[in-house]
């Protein structure tokens, strides 16, 4: 419904490099934000690029400017090379935010509130520099925290001018952000300790997935089910980011020592460990192991119902600095989680709280092979998870209970003065 005082709810601008029908998470999220804003009265634009998270094949074609869905998008021109090559997606990110910069110093309104992400890592600096030449509000939504990624994948090296003058960038970023959104405590927790944030400016809201489009649904009954032959076998599913902050040594070993059982194990996505994964694949000769492409949204549905059980998995030391988003259609779908993290996760926390699934430790395939055979021998209890699954999500995860949340931190930005620094000190380091 929308906001009984719509009248005097602020503009919102979203700004990120990814936005639907693009294939990355972010960009869909973004988009069912932007939406739901719309139909709570919000006035929203959204200044993004042109398709290019995925593979070419995955970029379908959109219009410069138009109004979908009550909301007003505009793309920027920009490169369009593969994001996995780092030249490229340098030139990507610098035709992106030269132009952008421009637009907003140019465009923006004092009345207006922006929502920078961290596609680009550094986006939200737009946002920093434009609040020093002219009034302009603005929140921070925090993804991926960098450098911290770049430092945990070995492409900066800690203690490095790189990293020091990322941080102080970043220190000065948050800091002059009306408030900043995180997906995690762990996430608020590195905002407010490395950045010194006043933690009542920053705001844990997590992601979310479509809570009419992924309903759960009998395997049986799913044409990619059929299609694939997964409605007989035992099936554990891991469908997203095949990406670094993932971990995937665990479940492939797991796979191997599965062979001969009525066992299937199906990898869905796209990311900067696919060529491994299929070299492994091949390698092991896992012939009880399915690599597939990003599914088409409209297909979604299909695809994360045709298993038993849905892979969720977070690498080691990416706490706090990443969150794997596709929990939530995993809960949607009402499918049994089977995380695996490190033994201080939050998601290991959720899952056994809530007793939606089962966890395992990192590098533990004695213990990933258990937890499978006996899912696999108590059919039963797997639906009571999924089922429980199901009901957290209503409760917790929808798109209209966190947009809700993002409108509440929207308004804040809106009426609230600018931060000061907290706590009142000098920091020690660039």
């Given at each position: 419904m929308p906001d009984k005082n719509c009248a005097s709810l602020p503009q919102v601008v979203i700004l990120n490099q990814y936005?639907?029908?693009?294939?990355?998470?972010?960009?869909?999220?973004l988009h069912e934000l932007a939406v739901e804003l719309a139909e709570h009265g919000f006035n929203v634009k959204v200044l993004t690029a042109r398709p290019s998270y995925g593979p070419p094949e995955t970029w379908k074609p959109v219009e410069w400017n138009e109004e979908a869905d009550?909301?007003?998008?505009?793309?920027?021109?920009?490169?369009?090379?593969?994001?996995?090559?780092?030249?490229?997606?340098?030139?990507?990110?610098?035709?992106?935010?030269?132009?952008?910069?421009?637009?907003?110093?140019?465009?923006?309104?004092?009345?207006?509130?922006?929502?920078?992400?961290?596609?680009?890592?550094?986006?939200?600096?737009?946002?920093?520099?434009?609040?020093?030449?002219?009034?302009?509000?603005?929140?921070?939504?925090?993804?991926?925290?960098h450098p911290q990624v770049g430092v945990w994948t070995g492409k900066i090296k800690s203690g490095s001018m790189v990293e020091r003058v990322w941080m102080w960038l970043n220190r000065k970023t948050y800091r002059h952000a009306d408030q900043s959104i995180v997906l995690c405590e762990a996430a608020k927790k590195l905002v407010v300790d490395?950045?010194?944030?006043?933690?009542?400016?920053?705001?844990?809201?997590?992601?979310?997935a479509d809570e009419q489009t992924l309903k759960p649904l009998p395997k049986a009954q799913q044409p990619f089910a059929r299609d694939h032959k997964l409605i007989e076998p035992f099936v554990l599913m891991y469908s997203g980011n095949l990406g670094l902050y993932y971990e995937f040594e665990t479940m492939l070993a797991a796979a191997e020592r599965l062979k001969g059982e009525n066992f299937k194990m199906v990898l869905i996505g796209s990311g900067g460990r696919k060529p491994w994964i299929a070299e492994q694949i091949k390698a092991r000769n896992l012939t009880n192991t399915v690599l597939l492409p990003y599914q088409p949204i409209e297909k979604l549905h299909e695809s994360l119902n045709s298993c038993d059980c849905s892979g969720v998995t977070i690498a080691k030391g990416i706490e706090g600095i990443s969150f794997p988003s596709k929990l939530y259609s995993s809960l949607a779908v009402g499918k049994p989680i089977v995380a695996?993290?490190?033994?201080?996760?939050?998601?290991?926390?959720?899952?056994?709280?809530?007793?939606?699934?089962?966890?395992?430790?990192?590098?533990?395939?004695?213990?990933?092979?258990?937890?499978?055979?006996?899912?696999?021998?108590?059919?039963?209890?797997?639906?009571?998870?999924?089922?429980a699954a199901r009901v957290l999500f209503e409760h917790r995860y929808t798109r209209p209970i966190s947009c809700g949340k993002y409108a509440d931190v929207l308004k804040l930005a809106a009426v609230g003065d600018k931060p000061a620094p907290y706590p009142a000190q000098t920091p020690t380091t660039a």
């Open positions: 936005y639907a029908p693009d294939v990355a998470s972010t960009g869909q999220l009550g909301v007003n998008i505009k793309r920027l021109w920009t490169t369009r090379f593969s994001k996995d090559n780092m030249i490229g997606r340098g030139l990507n990110i610098l035709t992106f935010v030269l132009p952008l910069t421009i637009r907003v110093l140019l465009t923006s309104r004092a009345a207006d509130v922006h929502l920078y992400t961290t596609n680009p890592p550094f986006l939200g600096s737009v946002g920093m520099i434009v609040s020093r030449i002219r009034k302009h509000r603005y929140v921070l939504l925090l993804h991926d925290a490395t950045y010194h944030v006043d933690p009542a400016r920053v705001h844990v809201i997590p992601n979310w695996i993290s490190e033994s201080t996760s939050e998601l290991r926390d959720l899952v056994e709280q809530h007793g939606v699934g089962r966890w395992c430790e990192l590098g533990d395939v004695d213990g990933l092979v258990r937890i499978i055979k006996e899912m696999m021998a108590d059919l039963e209890a797997c639906k009571r998870q999924g089922a």
